[in-house]
């Protein structure tokens, strides 16, 4: 396009301009690069060879380490714990925040407006500054050191966003649709189920990678519910690697590369759809 | 008729209820329970007596509370202004480039994307270990000759704060980076085109052309500003600890409400009562500044 910054064609001050800014952006990306680079070496290393050969790649590629803190130092389980959590939350976001999308975008109700607000109403609210009374309720339900407990704070944090992007999505499908499957003899759920989910999956994806990462990724709250430690996940569970291990900088860094390597390798794939998705809730 | 309405309602409220349950428990409850816990005393996990907006005068008057509290709220302002000017400048310059096609901005952009994607807890542990006095960075300054600049970063009270919100922006800065990016990208292109071909430099495009025209997703990247930096939380417990240390030089708002609630302040018990009240003024602090920013940019908001 004409209006590409491109250095054919252009005045020596321009592109002077944009080499400058090629060269800062470069900078970023060895700022990103390298310290994970750093990560992953260091991981095949000894204590002795982080510290004096900071940057010498490993004399040899041993996994050792990687066996040592996914199997005897319970990584796997936390793994794992991360694994269930985020998949049951997530799956329950999507059902009941769709039909509560559904509930409020196709039907005509006075009430419509207020049962949207209330479901907005979490959007802007930070869950964290409500630690102490989220804290009775879960104790009361008695899910103290259950995994319930932060799958139900999960839920609750991704329903906002998931109504407010799929209700939107949804008030742009005909109306029209729905009247002829009625006539078809369709009820509402056959509707929901067999129309509405269908024409609403690019939105669900969309959804799904915006609440998932979060969810993944949270720290606070299982920290404050979760103590035993074989219900922990991935986050907790590297906190308290850390706590117990803070001078055995081969083992840290073997435990960072299995917390963040996984991700990055999802990221290679799809990087697209996470860029999309992340970004959903702040791009119109 | 009346049949048809109640099957309409009812299909309603089977449709709303589970969320509508899950919300109403664990985000409008907490809320309404935060106020109303804030103004009793309590004895661990026992509301004793109401004592109307002691617990807030004690937060702001009484020793150690108004030390503590006052200390985090300038660093929780240190945060938002820092990654004001540092991140959201460098996301809006990134976003504007990249948007301009410069050359490798496929890479650029997949790039920039990656740490955005990783916990906090592990990118704080990873610099936590980086910026040790053995660390890589001080590594690094020894090989460039500049041994006199190496420090304890996260050792030393001038630099500590200024340490981790370095951290949180090489972390962060490309999610408004992408995020202004597909705003541009929604401006008209025969905007942009005209005005290249009427000769219009870079600078004057964007302050005059493009600046205008995305100031609703500048208002966006701003409220997110405000509510991340008021919830800093786990980029100091990762880094410098919950104590906030050294010296309570690195303390937020975050971390002093979590001492609060379960932990100790200054070696006290857990206080659910000031707790509450610390939970109120973070709601109230997020729900102000942000209906602010909102207010601000609609005032400037341009449409074509």
Redesign the interface.
């Known amino acids: 396009?004409?209006?590409?910054?491109?250095?054919r064609g252009a005045s020596v001050p321009?592109r002077l301009?944009?080499l400058l800014?090629?060269v800062v952006?470069c900078v970023?990306?060895l700022?990103?690069?390298y310290?994970?680079f750093?990560?992953v070496i260091s991981s095949f290393k000894s204590n002795r060879e982080i510290?004096t050969h900071?940057?010498a790649l490993p004399d040899t590629v041993d996994f050792t380490n990687y066996r040592v803190v996914w199997v005897d130092k319970g990584f796997n389980i936390y793994f794992l714990n991360s694994l269930l959590v985020t998949a049951v939350s997530m799956g329950l976001v999507l059902?009941?925040?769709s039909?509560?999308a559904?509930?409020?975008s196709r039907?005509q109700?006075r009430a419509s407006t207020i049962?949207y607000m209330?479901?907005l109403?979490?959007i802007?609210?930070?869950?964290?500054?409500?630690?102490?009374?989220?804290?009775?309720?879960i104790?009361r339900l008695g899910l103290i050191d259950s995994r319930l407990s932060v799958i139900?704070?999960f839920?609750?944090m991704g329903?906002?966003s998931t109504?407010f992007i799929l209700s939107g999505f949804m008030k742009g499908i005909p109306m029209e649709i729905e009247y002829a499957a009625r006539i078809d003899g369709c009820n509402?759920?056959v509707i929901?189920r067999r129309i509405m989910m269908p024409m609403t999956a690019p939105a669900i994806a969309l959804v799904t990678i915006y609440n998932a990462?979060p969810i993944?990724?949270?720290?606070?709250f299982p920290l404050?519910f979760l103590q035993t430690n074989t219900r922990k996940t991935?986050?907790v569970g590297?906190?308290t690697f850390?706590g117990q291990h803070a001078t055995n900088?081969s083992l840290?860094?073997t435990s960072?590369s299995i917390?963040?390597l996984p991700?990055?390798l999802l990221?290679l794939f799809m990087?697209r759809y996470?860029?999309k998705g992340?970004?959903a809730g702040?791009?119109? | 008729m009346n049949v048809k309405r109640l099957r309409?309602?009812s299909?309603?409220i089977?449709?709303?209820t589970?969320?509508?349950l899950?919300?109403?428990?664990?985000?409008?409850?907490?809320?309404f329970?935060?106020l109303y816990?804030s103004l009793f005393s309590w004895n661990q996990?026992i509301p004793v007596q109401f004592i109307g907006l002691e617990n807030f005068k004690r937060l702001f008057t009484g020793y150690p509370y108004n030390i503590r509290f006052f200390n985090a709220l300038r660093n929780n302002l240190i945060w938002f202004l820092t990654t004001m000017v540092v991140q959201n400048s460098l996301g809006l310059?990134?976003g504007y480039?990249l948007s301009?096609?410069?050359?490798?901005y496929q890479a650029?952009?997949?790039?920039?994307?990656?740490?955005?994607?990783?916990?906090?807890?592990?990118v704080g542990?990873?610099?936590g270990?980086?910026l040790k006095p053995?660390g890589?960075v001080n590594?690094f300054l020894a090989?460039i000759g500049l041994d006199s600049w190496r420090h304890a970063w996260l050792g030393e009270e001038r630099f500590a704060t200024l340490s981790i919100i370095l951290v949180n922006i090489?972390r962060w800065?490309g999610?408004p980076s992408?995020?202004f990016l597909?705003?541009i990208d929604?401006v008209p292109?025969e905007c942009?085109?005209a005005a290249?071909?009427d000769g219009v430099g870079?600078w004057r495009m964007f302050w005059r052309i493009i600046f205008p025209l995305i100031i609703?997703?500048i208002t966006?990247?701003v409220?997110?500003t405000v509510?991340g930096s008021?919830?800093v939380?786990?980029q100091i417990?990762?880094m410098t600890g919950l104590d906030g240390g050294p010296n309570y030089s690195t303390d937020t708002i975050?971390t002093l409400?979590?001492r609060t609630?379960?932990g100790s302040v200054d070696a006290g018990s857990p206080e659910?009562g000031i707790?509450?009240a610390i939970?109120v003024v973070?709601?109230l602090l997020?729900?102000l500044i942000?209906l602010i920013s909102i207010l601000s940019g609609r005032e400037k908001e341009v449409q074509l």
């Open positions: 396009m004409i209006t590409d910054l491109r250095f321009k301009f944009i800014m090629i952006m970023y990306v700022l990103i690069l310290p994970l750093n990560m510290l900071p940057f059902l009941f925040g039909m509560g559904y509930g409020v039907y109700y049962v209330l479901f109403s979490g802007m609210l930070p869950l964290k500054a409500a630690i102490i009374p989220l804290f009775l309720i104790k139900f704070i839920i609750a329903l906002p109504v509402d759920l929901f990462v993944w990724n949270d720290f606070f404050v991935l986050p590297l906190s850390f900088w840290l860094f960072l917390a963040i991700m990055l990221y990087s996470f860029i992340m970004t702040a791009v119109k | 309409k309602a299909w309603i089977f449709f709303v589970p969320g509508l899950i919300v109403g428990i664990f985000i409008l409850l907490p809320l329970m935060s816990n996990l310059l990134f480039l301009r096609n410069i050359p490798g650029f952009k997949r790039i920039f994307f990656i740490p955005v994607l990783f916990s906090i807890i592990a542990f990873l610099w270990l980086y053995t890589l590594n090989v090489w800065v999610f992408l995020v597909a705003a929604n292109r942009i085109e290249h071909l870079e609703p997703s966006i990247i409220v997110l509510i008021l919830n939380f786990e417990y990762t975050g409400f979590y609630a379960f659910i707790g509450s939970g973070i709601y997020t729900f942000s």
